[in-house]
Nanobody, 125 residues
Framework: VQLQASGGGLVQTGGSLRLSCAASGFILNRPSVGWFRQAPGKEREAVACLSTNNDITYYPDFVKGRFTIASDIAKNAVYLQMNNLRPEDTAVYYC???????????????????WGQGILVTVSS
């Protein structure tokens, strides 16, 4: 199982970024997948999770209405569209999955088994 994330960078407050995660070694039509982040000095936290078999999503309150997770089964990829970004969204972002877990809610509240490399998102004020 491999997850390759891309799309990070520097953006101003209020701007948008789209993160991509290319999956390999498994088919993205059953397990849940998600995006997590870790800011300096803080614990890693979930920002969006998706059940790829039924498209049920889970978002914590602090990103609801701003972030959207989606998958493209044909490309075996997962995306995170981030709008109205704030300085507090600055963090290293990770895509993750757990082949044993099909629930988006459960994935966001547990520790995924498989992680991609982190990519930095910086939101300037």
């Amino acid at each position: 199982v491999q997850l390759q994330a891309s799309g990070g960078g520097l953006v101003q407050t209020g701007g948008s970024l789209r993160l991509s995660c290319a999956a390999s070694g498994f088919i993205l039509n059953r397990p849940s997948v998600g995006w997590f982040r870790q800011a300096p000095g803080k614990e890693r936290e979930a920002v969006a999770c998706l059940s790829t078999n039924n498209d049920i999503t889970y978002y914590p309150d602090f990103v609801k209405g701003r972030f959207t997770i989606a998958s493209d089964i044909a490309k075996n990829a997962v995306y995170l569209q981030m709008n109205n970004l704030r300085p507090e969204d600055t963090a290293v972002y990770y895509c993750a999955t757990d082949l044993r877990q099909s629930s988006s809610y459960a994935l966001c509240h547990s520790g995924p088994e498989n992680w991609g490399q982190g990519i930095l998102v910086t939101v300037s004020s």
